[in-house]
């Protein structure tokens, strides 16, 4: 059964698992593990003595058949598809220089898989590489991806950090941890993974399971990982400790892992014999012992792992339910999106309706209006003033509500036009300005800003056009066409902003680019709430726009070089493209934005950017790596092109925008 619930999550890793022995009655193996609270079992499907070179010989003829742990009647198929994950042979080494071995290893991982397909097994677990060298395993991988439909393969890799002694401070892991550079490039397991899937083309259907021991790496080498393929952590029963009930727990390092593999859609599985010796009562929880020391004096629990599984299942009733914004943000979990066109393209009513229920947002610009509204107007002409403030690309009004309502809030006279290109959001504003009977303070314009003749000047010119990259939708470029009706000494809301730029491990986004089997899609951005994406380095500062800009001569062509310093405990890491960010300045110290370091907390109405790189990027531990972001402008559309000259030189992406652009 599955662990627990929470609202709204549905995730896969709900459900726990465990590595089991060789039977060959492995429906006995599963039903006792199915009773004893587990949902699933990680068997080997071959007899681990076999070897095909010691194998007799078949009947002339014949074929020789190998020992495999039953037939698959034994199950139902949906039994074998949704509760066993297969486990190939320990064994093999593809790699080996004796040759008999390599062969055996070869022979052998073939009939597994093809077995492993006819079960329809969703998942096989690979054994890790038993030595640095894993090109012919890689090899005889992929011939095998090649044919398979929808099996995932797990590669086995061990999460482990060899200079760790035994010490429970997180401030001791974590100093323990950081060596230099040369051991970890020496050491680190990422390194084999990396060589493993690019010998394979990162193929989508290969992934990590993760082996969990009582030694961890340092925080900055274990959240690369967030950004692989990891399906799986295999928790060792060795990396657990024993309170002073005499139950098993993790260390809060530990806790904190397994944790963000509940956030991440990764199952546990756990492994090994039972390492504290605890009585736990049928029907009683094992947790409870684990958490506030219940006493466990009764049976015996039916199966050796309960309060094992019983403590994984309490740290994850334990997590706090999703909130209303990560419901909401759940189905667009690392799904690519094309950014907006707001000019060439008329939102749908759909959209509109998305973006207006993000309540904060709205609260931020209403707050900036009020402080506006109040510096704005003397308080000896407040009972007579009338200021006048415009929303330019007003859409369905959301905004001039918000207007209406800090006028309200600062007892101050306001006279609103809200200016509009999209025709069928027009008909939407006169509908509300009529139900909320705002005729006389509301002046519809069915325009475009750019080319609108305003009857006077605003005092306060109101917008939210910006983009995930902040100026992506072409904020500057038309807000620098309205500002030709804005007072000399008027106020832009918002009055700057600042895009942002961050390298990060995004092996799904990746793959999900690389499926389209094009260029094209490689140089193009992307909309994209990250999620299991690895943020390598923290993001830099891009391009910033200021309005209103009273410059004789206005250029919106940017051009950014950026430096980043890859930390030495990190290891080397494999970058896949990079997030991009915005910070945007309300009004003074009013501000809204998704940088992760000030994001407006709560606030959805913008996902990052993703920019994808062509090659994934290998940058070796403690390097750095130079990127290149150009800002361009033509008389028909804006684009970006980037590239990378460090540690690895990449071809500049979509040359005057071949691939994408946004239209004017």
Sequence with gaps: MPLGQRSGDNSESRYCGTEVAYNDEIENTLTANLTGGFDFIVAPLLNPSYRPSKAKAPPVGGLHVPPFAGSDLILSPSQWSSHVVGKLSTWIDLDSENDILASDSEITLKQELSWASHLSLQACLLPTPPSGECANYARCVNQALEGLSSMQLWLRMPLTCNEVEDVESTQDEDAACKVNSTQIIKEDSWECWNTFRMLSEHHSQLSVALDITESLPSPNALKRWLGEPVRAAVLHTSAFLTNKRGYPCLSKRHQMLVTSFFNHNIQVVLSGMPQQLVDVSEGSSASEGSEKGSEGNGQVSVHPLRAY????????????????QERFEMSYRDFLQAPLQPLMDNLEAQTYETFEKDNVKYSQYKLAIYMALRERVKEEDAETAVTVLMVVGAGRGPLVRTALEAAQEANLKLRVYAVEKNPNAVVTLHSLVALEGWKDLVTIVSCDMRSWEAPEKADILVSELLGSFGDNELSPECLDGAQRFLKKDGISIPSAYTSFIGPITAAK????????????????????????????????????FEHPNWSPKIDNRRYKKLTFEFSPDMGSAAVHGFGGYFDATLYKDVHLGIEPATATPD??????????????????????????????????????????????????????????????
């Design 309 to 324: 599984v019983d403590y994984i299942s309490h740290l994850y009733k334990r997590m706090p339910p999703l909130t209303e």
């Design 509 to 544: 986004l990746y793959n999900d680019v690389k499926a389209h089997n094009d260029m094209a899609h490689f140089e193009t951005s992307y909309v994209v709430k990250l999620h299991s994406v690895a943020k390598l380095c923290p993001p830099q500062s891009v391009f910033t």
């Design 603 to 664: 606030m959805f109405s913008w996902f990052p950017i993703y920019f994808p790189l062509r090659v994934p990027l290998y940058v070796p531990a403690g390097s750095t790596l130079v990127a290149h972001f150009w800002r361009c402008v033509s008389s028909t559309k804006v684009w970006y092109e980037w590239s990378v000259t460090s540690p690895a030189i990449s071809p500049i992406h979509n040359p005057n925008g071949r691939s994408y652009w946004v239209g004017l």
